[in-house]
């Protein structure tokens, strides 16, 4: 079964043929050999059954050929901007050398002093969580990226920024390690642009850890004007005690999508909130999968998700807290909600405590419905037509599952992309 | 202005207004009063426009407009506002962003230019300041969360911004503490004039003490059973509704 039935060869071998003309690490190896004995995950696996990975994939794209492309991109942000372009760094358009101090950033491919490697790539601290080989395919074939280091105490208040921009047919596999010393905290903005008209594959590994009392503020954006963008995003987090991660994420793109979160609160008074916003007009299928492991006493988890399904677009939100016995006095919550705007519009959702201690909180819950009838009345009998009443209610929906915004420019930003969609559906509809 | 003309109205295979027919002029204050479950409030949701009922027969104009034709946004255009019994929280819509969307829906429909946001806060200050209603309050997701009290006068509030036609106030009173119950009151006079219509549906002669009634009609079983001035209500505070509650519909 492991073989790509179409082209009855593995999917991506074409990858690794060219990574591996670069000397390559233990790691790298390891994790191809495992993917090379799995295969992709498929509906067989208990967390891939809504989201078969392996049917998505079918046939595997190339990585993008060398051509350096003529592009412009506006900057949407201010921010120190970091451009990885098809899968490879662009540095005429990053701000690589004008990183402020405090701030130390190495493309994991031009450096690759092995240690750097060993660092970024070794993943073994997840396999508890892991059950599948897109992070091992990530591993193996992550054809560009950056470590990023936050010197000790450092606190950024402009935001990094890694655009991962597609422009076409290709596969993509990027890697940024994020190591945060002592009582630092940055802002990171992780954007996705899928401009291939002609689809595209992409696997991102984000790979973030966090020393005692650091924070990381984390905008994920999953966006772009092509089709058809076959993905998985991951974020491998690891808090130690009183770090925080307060991650954001909002898809608008098209395509057949997971997000998954795997990430482990080490130490006390370490938390993680994890919220996000789906926006699906099309044939999309968007999956948020998220792990979340409580290892020590009083630390902290908090998933909100909010999707907006329209047409015959999927969501999928599977959330499990584990709590394990030494993680007493924890606290777990998990809240996802859906409205559908078609009938032929659908949403699975399946939320999983798993809890070894006796003294902890934990609630989850999810609904899955159509506008409020009575909202929408409210607000059409005070003049308001039906669409801006619609827009009004869906607006205020998603919202809610971006309260934790500390930055009141992306709050901003995600305000004007949830208008512009409801402006765009409401012209198509 | 309103004319009701034997409105038969039913949910699922239940008949609840039955033979309805009511006219208000320009300029009236019509009080409604009635048993619970006569279908007071049915009567102001059909004439908003709310889905679920089955009209099976009558219509309602409102200056000479067909109501029953058009959609609920269409209504509030040609100047129908129901101040609900039961005003329906929407967590995550702000106060202000609502109210400056109503103000400009009704606009538009008029063919006026948006209101501009200095003239709006403007509007919106003196007439929550005229209702009591904080600015705290109104900094706050609409309704949600207010005080049955703070929910009426935020209606109430609307009302002003708006400034409609047809008035339709169900129950205003319920839930309003003596001193609100004064300044909804002088809200809703200030309104009144020669071109304003308003259905004032109540359970208790206090209200009317300071909304002086022109007419007052007595609702059971679905239709109108008696129609006086304002002294009709205070018989049926003497009386209750003994006289028109017929016990075969019991
Ligand atoms: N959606 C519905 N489904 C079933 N029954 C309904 C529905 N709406 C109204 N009714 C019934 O119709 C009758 C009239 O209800 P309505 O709310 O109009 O009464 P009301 O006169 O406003 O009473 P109150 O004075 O208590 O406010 C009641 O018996 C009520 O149970
Ligand atoms: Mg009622």
Redesign the interface.
């Known amino acids: 079964m492991r073989l790509n039935p179409s082209e009855n060869i593995l999917p991506f071998e074409i990858n690794y043929a060219q990574a591996s003309a670069h000397e390559m690490s233990r790691e790298r190896k390891e994790a191809w050999a495992r993917y090379s004995n799995l295969g992709l995950p498929n509906h067989r696996l208990e967390s891939w059954r809504y989201t078969d990975f392996r049917a998505a994939c079918l046939k595997s794209f190339h990585p993008a050929d060398k051509a350096i492309d003529n592009i412009e991109l506006v900057r949407e942000h201010e921010s120190y901007r970091l451009v990885l372009l098809n899968g490879v760094l662009r540095h005429d358009l990053s701000d690589i050398n004008l990183m402020p101090d405090g701030v130390n950033v190495d493309n994991i491919y031009e450096n690759q002093s092995n240690l750097k490697e060993n660092i970024s790539f070794n993943t073994s601290n997840f396999s508890n969580l892991i059950k599948d080989t897109i992070v091992d395919l990530n591993t193996a074939l992550a054809s560009d990226g950056f470590i990023i280091k936050i010197t000790e105490g450092v606190e950024l208040t402009k935001p990094i920024e890694i655009l991962n921009v597609i422009t076409k047919q290709c596969s993509v596999f990027t890697r940024i390690f994020v190591d945060l010393s002592e009582n630092s905290r940055i802002n990171l903005i992780e954007t996705l642009k899928n401009n291939s008209l002609h689809g595209a594959q992409v696997n991102h590994v984000l790979y973030a850890k966090l020393a005692p009392n650091s924070g990381l503020d984390l905008f994920s954006y999953l966006s772009g004007s092509g089709q058809s963008c076959t993905g998985i995003l991951t974020l491998l987090a690891e808090l130690e005690r009183g770090a925080s991660i307060n991650s954001n994420v909002l898809f608008n793109l098209n395509g057949f999508f997971r997000r998954q979160v795997f990430a482990k609160l080490k130490e006390e008074h370490a938390n993680i909130t994890l919220n996000g916003v789906v926006l699906a007009k099309t044939k999309d299928h968007i999956d948020n999968t998220i792990a979340v492991e409580h290892c020590a006493p009083n630390t902290m988890s908090n998933e909100v998700f909010r999707y907006i399904l329209n047409n015959k677009s999927v969501g999928v939100f599977q959330g499990k807290i584990i709590v394990q016995p030494a993680a007493q006095k924890s606290d777990g919550f998990m809240q996802s909600k859906a409205i559908l705007l078609s009938d032929l519009a659908a949403m699975n959702s399946k939320p999983e405590l798993e809890i070894f201690a006796d003294d902890v909180k934990c609630s989850h819950g999810s609904t899955c419905g159509e506008i409020d009838k009575e909202q929408l009345f409210y607000l059409m009998s005070r003049g308001l037509d039906e669409q801006e009443a619609k827009s009004l209610l869906i607006e205020a929906f998603a919202f809610e599952a971006f309260s934790a915004f500390k930055d009141d420019k992306m709050s901003n930003f995600t305000k004007n992309i949830l208008a512009d969609w409801l402006f765009i559906k409401r012209n198509l509809s | 202005m309103l004319e009701v003309n034997d409105l038969h109205v039913s949910v699922g295979d239940r008949e609840i207004l039955k033979g309805f027919t009511l006219k208000v002029a320009a300029g009236e204050v019509a009080a409604i009063m009635g048993p619970n479950g006569t279908g007071k409030s049915t009567l102001s949701y059909v004439i ?4 679920g009922y089955t009209i099976t027969r009558g219509e309602i104009l409102l200056n000479g407009v067909n109501l029953l034709d058009l ?3 269409m ?3 040609n100047g ?3 101040a ?1 019994q039961y ?2 929280e ?4 702000a106060c202000m ?2 109210l400056k ?2 103000m400009n ?2 606009r538009r ?1 008029r063919g006026d230019e948006e209101i501009n946001t200095p003239e709006f806060m403007k509007r919106v200050r003196e007439e929550s300041e005229k209702l009591k209603i904080s600015q705290e309050m109104l900094r706050r ?1 609409l309704n949600s969360g207010f005080s049955g009290g703070e929910k009426k006068r935020m209606e109430i509030l ?1 009302m002003a911004l ?1 400034q409609p036609k047809l008035s339709i106030l169900d129950e205003t009173d319920s839930g309003l503490d003596i001193d609100a119950l004064k300044t909804v009151s002088e809200g809703v006079n200030s309104l009144r004039n020669p071109a304003r219509g308003f259905l004032i549906i109540t359970h208790y002669q206090r209200l009317l003490d300071y909304i002086k009634p022109d007419t007052v009609h007595v609702m059971a079983q679905g239709r109108i059973q008696k129609s006086g001035g304002a002294e009709l209500a205070l018989e049926l505070e003497k009386h209750g509704y003994q006289n028109y509650v017929s016990n075969e519909a019991a």
């Open positions: 908003a426009g709310r889905e959609a609920p946004h209504r509030a255009a129908v506002f129901l609900f005003p329906v929407i967590p995550g819509v962003q609502f969307a109503a829906a009704q429909s997701p609307q708006l």
